[in-house]
Structure formats: C-alpha cells, structure tokens
C-alpha cells in the first residue's frame, strides 16, 4: 500500500488547463479560464480564422463554448458543450500541460471528439 501512495505522489501534475487553446482545424481559438467556485471551467471563443471566419460564424465570438463545467476528477470537466449553435452533453480532459479533449455527445449516440492545443504567439 505504502508503494501505491508514493507513486501517486510521485506522478506529475497537470498544469492548469487556464490560457488560450487553439482547435485541431486551426481555426478557432478559445480563452479557457477557471470559474465559478474555481474548479469550474470555462470557456470562450476568441478568434476564427482560417475560413471559420465567415459571416455565418461570426455571431458566435465571443460566447461561450464551455459554461461552468462540473470537476468530476484531477483534470476532467464535465458539462454542456456549444459549438457554433448546437449544444452537447460533454466531458472535456486535459491530455497534457499542452492537449485537452473535446468530447460532445447528443442523445448519447452521435459523439464526436476534438482535440485543442495549447496556443502560443
């Protein structure tokens, strides 16, 4: 048991999933932020580019991707996802200090997963 609880403390921590992140496409960019109580995430859309930047889009920055989702665990959030008008229940998991998933499912049978990665100038 003692074997167990050094390993834990011996794994590494996560860093703070707070920054900008930039989608798998590269063409959207989100500010993530804690909130709420501060175990919450959150999630806003910053920038769109890359084609995403079209007049149909364009009414989504600025809002909300990710709303006060729920900690369920050390990096792993839980909550509703919105994505360019549609909505999703979603699990989002920080990978690593620079990748976190996206995981939206609507009716519990069509689930699509994105990546985003950290984003730096």
């Not at 860093?15 to 999630?43: F, K």
């Not at 989504?60 to 990710?66: A, C, V």
Request: charged share 15%.
């Amino acid at each position: 048991m003692a074997c167990f609880f050094a390993l834990i403390a011996a794994a590494p921590a996560l860093a703070s999933p707070v920054g900008v992140w930039e989608i798998e496409m590269r063409d959207s960019r989100y500010d993530v932020t804690l909130c709420g109580d501060g175990t919450q995430l959150c999630a806003e859309l910053i920038w769109l580019g890359n084609g995403a930047d079209s007049a149909e889009n364009l009414p989504y920055l600025n809002t909300m991707l990710i709303d006060h989702a729920v900690q369920t665990r050390p990096g792993e959030w839980k909550g509703e996802l919105h994505i360019y008008g549609q909505s999703a229940a979603g699990t989002i998991t920080q990978v690593s200090e620079d990748q976190i998933t996206l995981r939206g499912c609507v009716a519990l049978v069509i689930c699509k997963s994105y990546q985003m990665y950290r984003y730096g100038e």
